[in-house]
């Protein structure tokens, strides 16, 4: 799998908080956000984060994960 995360500090994404939304929103690449050099937040596009929604439910279902090893067995 190939990163394309960007990690920016929270001011220079407070200088270009317009642009690093469309960048985010166009081309759907997260921004990590830091202070001091360490993670601090993550900037997706409201796309991305509803499809980690629906995948967090699906892996989060009993039936669902049910389903997946009996498919993994067969």
């Known amino acids: 799998m190939i990163d394309l995360t960007k990690t920016v ?20 690449t997260p921004y990590i956000l830091t202070r001091f050099g360490k993670p601090q937040a993550l900037i997706v596009s409201i796309e991305e984060y509803e499809e980690m929604q629906e995948e967090l439910a699906l892996l989060s279902n009993p039936e669902h994960i049910a389903r997946v090893a009996e498919a993994r067995a067969a």
Do not use: G
């Open 9 to 28: 500090t929270m001011e220079q994404a407070q200088r270009r908080l317009k642009s690093v939304i469309e960048e985010v929103r166009e081309s759907r």
